[in-house]
């Protein structure tokens, strides 16, 4: 059984191999409301969380896997960290997602996300729970 582990990481350098390899245009923030995870899978880096405390709630800002490590529930124990940060902080998370994005779209209705606003890209919203 392949050993999986979800932990803050405030490595920019490690981060930023990440998301450059899984999103090659962005520019990610390290500012002090930017909260990172790391995903490793038997101690390799394996994909990433990115949470923005907002004065609304917790923006998810970015979640990705590298792929070949896609589809072994990564994605979702991320999602779970997500959640568990957004409870203790008492808020409601936000994120937008493409339409298009079916893989990450089916990921978000199983963690209990709904529509919002529909523009160009979709803004899902979770309720805190209570
Ligand atoms: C969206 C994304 C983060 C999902 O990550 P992931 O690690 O593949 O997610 P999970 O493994 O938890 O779930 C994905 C699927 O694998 C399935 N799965 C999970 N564990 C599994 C296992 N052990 N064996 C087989 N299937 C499994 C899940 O049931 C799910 O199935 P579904 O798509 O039919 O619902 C990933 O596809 C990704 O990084 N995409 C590119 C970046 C991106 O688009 N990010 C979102 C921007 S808004």
Redesign the pocket.
């Known amino acids: 059984m392949k050993a999986l582990s979800i932990a803050r990481c405030r490595s920019e350098k490690k981060l930023l191999a990440l998301i450059n390899e899984?999103f090659p245009s962005a520019t990610p923030g390290f500012g002090e409301n930017d909260v990172y995870f790391l995903a490793t899978l038997d101690g390799e880096d394996a994909?990433f969380l990115h949470l923005i405390l907002h004065s609304k709630g917790v923006l998810l800002q970015g979640?990705?896997?590298r792929e070949k490590?896609?589809?072994?529930?990564?994605?979702?124990g991320l999602m779970d960290t997500a959640l568990e940060f957004a409870q203790k902080e008492n808020a409601d998370i936000l994120?937008k997602?493409k339409p298009s994005?079916t893989?990450?779209l089916?990921?978000y209705a199983?963690k209990g996300f709904s529509i919002r606003k529909v523009t160009d890209a979709y803004v899902l919203h979770r309720k805190r729970c209570n």
Not at 69 to 76: D, L
């Open positions: 899984i994909g979640i990705g896997v490590f896609r589809k072994k529930g990564i994605g979702g994120l997602v994005n893989d990450a089916n990921l199983k």
